[in-house]
């Protein structure tokens, strides 16, 4: 059983300049509507974008911007992120990667699960901890797919007794707008675990790297509080 750690991470987007150049990207975009492209200026970026887009909330000229995410994370979490109708997603097959031939399946653990031995309703103590019954779960199942591989059937329908931590590697591409929505919804203090444990170190490298568009995003908010927010 091979167990591995989820992350999210930009993959077109390097640095600061490279963000700063889909911003100037932006403020070109924005000023066609007056014909004013030849205002722009080797920092007129940030003054443009804090006044139309930030204090106007003129958003949709953001959606010219687009960045594009590499993630591995549980099935479950891909279910919950494919909900974000708007980006484009290309995602590891189960149907077409043969976890016996092409490589070995993987899966992620939850954080949080008990190492020692809780006790159960009845008050009597449980055989297994929390996470000895998860290993146990995670290792019958990989069991039962490798002998339906080997009696011949195929991924497709071997694949049906993988369980939602089965690892799954997702790319998404998506303007800077619908990301704002992204990390609104997905880093507040309602939003799944497992999605908040990649989501948060992701927004803090949008942060980090698009200047100005995502400062005002506060992880563990409220998700009433955060959706009030300009997307």
């Known amino acids: ?60 000229i953001v959606e010219h911007a687009s960045a594009t995410v590499d993630a591995l994370v549980d099935r479950g979490i891909t279910h919950e992120w494919v909900r974000h109708r708007l980006f484009s997603y290309t995602q590891e097959s189960t149907r077409f990667v043969n976890y016996e031939k092409k490589m070995p399946a993987s899966f992620i653990q939850p954080e949080g699960l008990i190492a020692e ?15 000895q019954w998860w290993g146990h779960a995670i290792s019958t199942a ?35 707008r619908n990301w704002r929505h992204f990390f609104i919804m997905r880093t507040t203090k ?18 980090a790297k698009i200047p100005i568009l995502f400062d005002d995003i506060e992880p563990l908010a409220k998700q009433s509080e955060s959706m009030k927010r300009m997307r």
């Open 1 to 60: 059983m091979q167990i591995v750690k989820p992350y999210a991470k930009l993959m077109d987007v390097a640095d600061e300049s490279a963000g700063i150049a889909l911003l100037r990207k932006i403020e070109w975009c924005g000023r066609i509507s007056h014909r004013s492209e030849e205002a722009q200026g080797e920092d007129s970026w940030r003054r443009f974008i804090e006044a139309v887009v930030i204090g106007h909330g003129d958003w949709s």
């Open 117 to 131: 031995p809780a006790r159960a309703a009845n008050g009597e103590p449980c055989e297994l901890s929390p996470a």
């Open 142 to 176: 990989e069991s039962a797919y490798k002998n339906l591989i080997g009696a011949g059937c195929p991924p497709q329908i071997a694949r049906s007794v993988f369980p939602n931590a089965l690892a799954s590697r997702i790319i998404v591409t998506g303007n800077l």
């Open 190 to 207: 309602e939003a799944h675990p497992q999605m908040r444990e990649v989501a948060i170190p992701l927004l803090a490298e949008f942060k």
